[in-house]
């Protein structure tokens, strides 16, 4: 095309020569004509014309066609498209052709647009004009960026791909920055959407040390929400109902757009029914209908509420249900203290562990029943104003109570398994529901226990006798010790105070020292009992006769004395020695006094005699 006009311009000229060689010819006669002839033009092949006629047609190029310099950024006008292409003439002397892709950011262009073109070359080797419309845009585009953003324009760009965090927007011919928080006011799920698309854009962040621009689509309906937000604000009243539109959905609630304001619809506030994730109800984009149950003073907090729209499941809410009724229901929800069962949806009710079996040991809501399960409960309390419910498992079996002194009386035995133990005692399971306590006392005869955890663990079997039954008090006293013969009945003669046993110094402890006499008794040796004959201390493992000075069958306390053996045969000795000499001086006193006798008669005799 551009070649035809070429050709018609070059006609054109041709004829223009021609004519004004007729007129010269006709106007001048041959003499003179010849005179003034140029034959240097001639010669090069170029007849004389008129400057007159060359002047007028040199001002009619110069009006007509365009000074196609290179590398220059002109404006042109569509003048034909094709599927692949677009002509574009900026008057010169050929069209130039450029490619749509260099259009992909304007998919609107028509016949008849003007755009900006840079001539790369003014003729290639078939003689087209080579035009660039990405150039051009190149070249003027920072300047457009400026400007768009100084004046706070709006600008057309093309979305070219996705990259991370946002998207490449074309801009001018520069790719600029859309990060995804400012595509729209919403959060967006699906970038793809939007490759391929041409949309508003404004300007919002330019970077002239490394030439980055930043753009927002967000910015430019921010405004316009901005004025909605402000007459819905204006609007709002408790109670009142709005559409609104789910925005996002998190663990605690569902955020809900109203038109450009916000507000929160808590878990709590979704259904009657408790659920564990508000998906269970809404989902993302869905329209409903939602109640405004409270906002803070500038309304910048909006509390809403969706289940509130329905009437609450109590007030549905049967009267045939009343305390002792049984009812099925489903386990919702379970904690440490109980369980709760959804009887009807939307009314719950509680399951205390401690109502879940007739057993007094402490266990947990977890091993009776599983979220999920399908149970039978007894009503026990009903509250409907305060819409509060408790049940019962145990009840819907009997109370192994309610025969308990036929099945345990005093005196019986059984067998029972250890389930817990404390500081004073243990804890037996007789059958379940009925626990019985054996004090530390009542363990064994003649072992001195600290702890229960050094004579039984717990899952043991022990065989019990029951030492006190009260029913009331739904109390149960066992002994284990009882159902063996008390040792220290026949110890008690054994070890009987005076009694001698040889055994060895076991420890050596506080204030004396223990001896073992037998795997029932262990003995005590106060200090000043250790004190052999020769005036030493005992010292451990030395064996030695011990002499019984206490023994206290209740307090299962013996004590000996290794001193006392020697000490006692030492008072003997004393003694003996005593005697005798009490008997030799009874016996001397005997003889002197018949000797005195004796004397004393025969100084009678002779004063006697002299008397005569």
Known sequence: ????????????????????????????????????????????????VDDTKLKEFEALVEE?????????????????MTDREAIIDINAKSEGVISLNEFRYNPDL????????????????????????????????????????????????????????????????????LPGSQIDVKPIRDYDQYVGKTMEFKV???NHEFKNV??????????????????????????????????????????IDLGGVDGLIHI???????????????????????????????KS???????????????????????????????????????FIEV????????HVSEMSWSTHLRSAQDFVSVGDEVEAVVLTLDREDRKMSLGIKQLTPDPWTDITSKYPVGSRHKGIVRNFTNFGVFVEMEEGIDGLIYISDLSWTKKIKHPSEFVTVGDTLEVEVLELDVDGRKLSLGHKQTTENPWDKYAEEFAEGTVHKAAISEIVDKGATVTFNEDIVGFIPSRHMEKEDGKKLGKGEEVDFKIIEFNKDFKRVVASHTAIFREQEERNVSTAKRKAAAAAEESKTTLGDANSQLQALKDKMEADSKK
């Open 1 to 48: 095309m551009a070649e035809e006009k070429t050709s018609v311009e070059v006609e054109e000229t041709t004829e223009t020569v021609q004519e004004t060689k007729e007129k010269v010819q006709t106007q001048q006669d041959p003499k003179e004509y010849l005179e003034n002839f140029d034959w240097e033009k001639y010669e090069e092949g170029i007849e004389r």
């Open 344 to 351: 009807a949806e939307g009314v719950e009710g509680l399951i």
């Open 64 to 80: 007509n066609f365009v000074d196609t310099a290179d590398e220059e950024v002109v404006e042109g006008k569509v003048v034909h």
């Open 110 to 177: 028509k016949v008849g647009d003007k755009v900006e073109v840079l001539i790369d070359i003014r003729e290639d080797k078939t003689g087209q004009l080579v035009l660039s419309h990405r150039k051009a845009r190149t070249i003027m585009a920072w300047d457009r960026v400026n400007a768009a953003h100084d004046k706070e324009e709006i600008v057309q760009g093309f979305v070219k791909c996705r990259t991370k965090g946002g998207m490449i927007v074309d801009v001018f011919g520069i790719e600029a920055f």
């Open 204 to 206: 919002v962040k330019i």
């Open 214 to 255: 930043v753009v927002s689509h967000k910015a430019l309906i921010e405004a316009d929400i901005e004025e909605q937000k402000k007459e819905i604000i204006g609007q709002l009243e408790k109670g009142q109902v709005l559409e609104g539109v789910v925005k996002n959905v998190t663990s605690y609630g569902v955020f």
């Open 301 to 339: 907090r909006i509390q809403l509420g969706l289940k509130q729209l329905e009437k609450h499941p109590w007030d549905a809410l049967g009267d045939e249900i009343k305390i002792g009724d049984k009812v099925k229901g489903k386990v919702v929800v379970i904690a440490d203290y109980g369980a």
């Open 268 to 298: 709590t506030d979704l259904s009657w029914s408790r659920i564990n994730h508000p998906n269970e109800v809404v989902e993302l984009d869905q329209k409903l209908n939602v109640v405004i149950l409270d906002f803070d003073d500038n």
